[in-house]
């Protein structure tokens, strides 16, 4: 499709997700990922973020958009579950 026809027909909404889009997943961030693992074998130790900025990007997408598990207790419950001792012995009916 030339980009003439992309003007006048794409709407405002499809691209800014397009941007949105390539802002999350880099053009080349595939290739980039490949070339990181091929790397690997061969015996590199250095992070795929320090050696490719696209790989980068999506890292730190990744790391804002983590959420907290609901599944790990937190707070005064994982207090008490570290300091239990015995099981279930010290439970009488």
């Known amino acids: 499709m030339p980009v003439y026809t992309l003007l006048e027909e794409m709407p405002y909404e499809e691209l800014l997700k ?3 889009f390539f802002s999350r997943k ?15 074998a061969f015996g590199v130790k250095e992070k795929a973020e320090t050696l490719f900025p696209t ?11 983590v959420e907290n598990d609901r599944a790990v207790p937190k707070g005064k419950f994982l207090e008490m579950m570290r300091k ?3 099981g279930d012995k010290d439970v009488s009916f």
């Open 18 to 20: 397009w941007i949105e």
């Open 55 to 65: 790989l980068k990007r999506i890292s730190d997408l990744e790391s804002q958009s």
């Open 84 to 86: 239990a001792k015995g």
């Open 26 to 40: 880099p053009v080349g961030w595939r290739e980039d990922h490949r070339t990181y693992m091929i790397m690997r």
